[in-house]
């Protein structure tokens, strides 16, 4: 059973154009990270989201964390080419909090 | 710079044949990861360590072992390679910060078993 399910699994847009990505479950999470990882490398922390509600910017991205902790978005403005990437989003929960459950990523494609 | 690296990078071997792959990191972090990285499954983690001698099962640990006997170091054994642990291996470390539990990954491993 995965814990975090991802919608959608691939993501082909255009540039210019919006998007949005979730990150859902069943569970609560003491916080939620997404991670965007190229190919051929490892994942790289976009950010950290802790409280219930809470929503945090990164330049044109937001993110969102559900006001019951168990459910996240993403949303990319005017998506570039240089913004494709999987996207992954990863929960800790209470006890084990240094221990991360991964969803299985939103492959995104931006293209020219 | 502090980093982790992971070596090899890429590695073939046969069924049945002992592997094991290196992740070494200079954050001094205390905490260490390994995961495997397969389409369709997404991260899944093998085992865990918070700390020198202390290692932990993860959800796919079985096949694998690890030891910890410094900060900087968590290898990884395959005990006998088997063609389903045909994957992309990565290492990752995080701080005992509390609240910070942002994980840094190695670059990764790609293992074929034959």
């Known amino acids: 059973t995965q814990l975090l399910e991802q919608s959608p699994q691939f993501l082909s847009i255009q540039e210019g154009e919006n998007l949005t990505v979730y990150c859902n479950s069943s569970s609560v999470f003491s916080s939620l990270q997404w991670y965007r990882q190229e190919p051929g490398e490892g994942p790289v922390l976009l950010v950290t989201v802790v409280t219930g509600g809470e929503v945090k910017k990164l330049k044109r991205l937001t993110f969102q964390f559900g006001d019951a902790r168990k459910d996240s978005s993403l949303h990319i403005t005017a998506a570039q080419p240089g913004d494709t990437g999987l996207y992954l989003c990863a929960g800790a929960r209470g006890g084990s909090n240094y221990k991360l459950t991964f969803g299985k990523g939103t492959l995104l494609t931006v293209n020219p | 710079d502090a980093e982790i690296t992971q070596s090899p990078r890429h590695k073939i071997t046969e069924t049945g044949r002992q592997v094991t792959l290196a992740c070494h990191q200079t954050w001094n972090h205390n905490n260490m990861f390994w995961y495997r990285q397969d389409l369709g499954h997404g991260l899944r983690l093998i085992h865990y360590?918070?700390?020198?001698?202390?290692?932990n099962k993860g959800e796919v640990s079985d096949g694998y072992s690890v030891s910890r006997s410094n900060t900087e170091d968590l290898p990884l054994t395959l005990e006998s390679a088997a063609s389903s642990q045909t994957s992309v291996y990565f290492c990752?470390?995080?701080?005992?910060?509390?609240?910070?539990?942002?994980?840094?990954f190695g670059p990764g491993t790609r293992l074929t078993v034959l």
């Open positions: 360590s918070y700390g020198v001698q202390d290692t």
């Open positions: 990752a470390s995080s701080d005992l910060l509390p609240g910070n539990n942002e994980q840094f």
